[in-house]
């Protein structure tokens, strides 16, 4: 079975409806390691060390987080500039984390129809994401689509659980070996048909 990280980074997670009812579910999943990046460093002074460490335990890593001014909240950012040096993670004998698998799931204020050429925000979502991406490519890890949740201040109790339940179901996925058939077709994974049965 596949380890899982997942580097949550939300500055206002007591108040996010959507973020709780996602990471409550999955959080002591068995082969998860859930790491609150702001419950760790509330002063943005990241341990690199350890978080080489635990990123070397792991085969797949999740960076989760609400889609902040089109990206993410700044502890994130700032765990990324720090933690993945040139040397180890990237580089000539940056090596640490090739063929890890990496992805992103998201959370937005806003619904889909918006990030599009024709919507106001112009851009897809993983258009917006592309960062990340390359971020995985440079370290020679394996990116996946986003697993979004959008347009959360509308979502019901029970629309909010429903994609709690996808959530779990794809870290078992993901734990089983995703295969790229599973994905190649969709522009986010919660699309995926197997997400939708529980």
């Known amino acids: 079975m596949k380890k899982i990280l997942i580097l949550f980074s939300h ?12 990471v409550n579910l999955i959080k002591d999943i068995n082969g998860v390691t859930f790491q609150d990046l702001y419950e760790c460093y509330p002063d943005f002074n990241v341990d ?10 792991h085969d797949i890593i999740i960076w989760h987080h609400p889609f902040y ?21 990237y580089g000539p004998k940056g090596n640490a984390l090739n063929h890890k698998t990496c992805l992103n799931v998201i959370t937005t204020g806003k619904s889909r129809e918006v990030y599009c050429a024709e919507g106001s925000n112009s851009f897809t979502i993983n258009q917006f994401l592309r960062p990340f ?14 697993f979004a949740v959008m ?25 089983q070996g995703i295969s790229v058939n599973d994905y190649e077709a969709f522009s986010f994974l919660n ?8």
């Open 11 to 22: 500055p206002k997670f007591e108040k996010s409806r959507a973020n709780l009812a996602l």
């Open 133 to 146: 991406e390359q971020t995985a490519n440079l370290c020679g890890m394996d990116y996946l689509p986003p």
């Open 69 to 89: 001014w089109y990206s993410c909240p700044p502890l994130m950012k700032q765990w990324i500039d720090t933690v993945l040096e040139f040397g180890w993670a």
């Open 151 to 175: 347009e959360t201040h509308k979502l019901t109790d029970d629309q909010l659980a429903d994609y709690a339940k996808q959530y779990a179901k794809l870290i078992s996925l993901l734990q």
């Open 48 to 57: 690199i060390a350890k978080e080489k460490v635990l990123l070397e335990a």
């Open 191 to 198: 699309d995926i048909p197997k997400l939708k049965t529980f």
